[in-house]
């Protein structure tokens, strides 16, 4: 688990492992399979690091195939295809941008030309923006915000749906400022709490045709985008806040991901949100 308190520390967006002090946790070492996932395929938008990259590390520990998407951290990037080739599973990146409609399309048609089909979609790629003061948010940052967060949420689903058979799973990522919004991140916890309706919308459309959909909110999780979009005083004492006093590791967040994934664990879950937020009471 990561330090108490962080120190502070900044970084260029959309951020990289390499830099952060301390590393996170992302590679799931100490998770051993139980082939809950064994020979399925599955698509990750925002693979490369962080939750995204200890997931796919996770579904290849489970027996799964794995194709994610990423921006442009390409150090990042083929160090997740690694730690996923050394579990004897298909690892592969595709480069490029889910606020873009046309790579959506171009990722999901990678993942199934490479696989033959998706078993389980992620989508987990996202961005964020603080800003102190309401009247900062610009119409720019809240397009981009949304484009990123809800739009290609929308366009890789529904370019996906036709590939993915009964019993398939759709996980989408949400955020505990989604539940309860952020003074700071007020387009973003919009954009979380949007994506999160969506899911249960979603569940609702397609439990005819036996596709499961549900949520994971975390709270506070030391990433690369942490640093390079809050800054030094953002990540000073970073997840101070949550309960249990300590931001969290992706490692400790990737097997709610499973969980979703894998029919034999959640066969009877559909429309619902895990929130691993580190103690955080939400009232209903």
């Excluded at 080739?85 to 490029?96: F, T, W």
């Excluded at 989408?172 to 309706?197: E, F, H, P, Q």
């Excluded at 969506?198 to 959909?213: E, H």
């Excluded at 030391?222 to 806040?241: D, R, S, Y």
């Amino acid at each position: 688990m990561p330090e108490t308190p962080l120190p502070a520390q900044s970084q260029p967006y959309p951020g990289r492992t390499e830099p952060m002090d301390p590393q996170p946790k992302d590679e799931m070492r100490d998770y051993e399979g139980r082939g809950l996932l064994q020979g399925k395929r599955a698509l990750v938008t925002g693979g490369d690091s962080g939750i995204g990259r200890a997931v796919c590390v996770a579904f290849a520990k489970e027996g799964a195939d794995v194709v994610f998407g990423y921006l442009d951290e390409e150090d990042d990037a083929q160090h997740t295809v690694k730690l996923v080739q050394e579990q004897g599973r298909k690892a592969v990146g595709v480069r490029g941008d889910v606020a873009d409609e046309a790579f959506c399309s171009q990722l999901v048609r990678r993942a199934v030309d490479e696989l033959g089909g998706i078993d389980v979609l992620v989508e987990h790629a996202g961005t964020q923006k603080p800003v102190n003061d309401f009247t900062e948010l610009s119409t720019e940052q809240l397009r981009r915000t949304f484009d990123v967060n809800v739009m290609g949420v929308f366009w890789t689903v529904r370019e996906a749906l036709e590939h993915i058979p009964e019993g398939g799973s759709i996980i989408i990522t949400g955020s505990v400022n989604g539940l309860r919004g952020n003074k700071s991140l007020i387009d973003y916890a919009a954009s979380k709490a949007a994506v999160m309706n969506l899911s249960s919308s979603l569940a609702q459309t397609l439990m005819g045709r036996g596709i499961r959909v549900n949520c994971v909110a975390p709270g506070p999780v030391w990433t690369p985008l942490i640093p390079a979009t809050l800054g030094e005083k953002g990540t000073e004492g970073f997840g101070g806040q949550a309960p249990m006093g300590r931001a969290a590791d992706p490692d400790e967040i990737a097997p709610s991901y499973v969980f979703f994934a894998s029919g034999r664990m959640s066969s009877y879950y559909s429309g619902e949100t895990l929130a691993p937020i580190g103690g955080e009471i939400q009232s209903s």
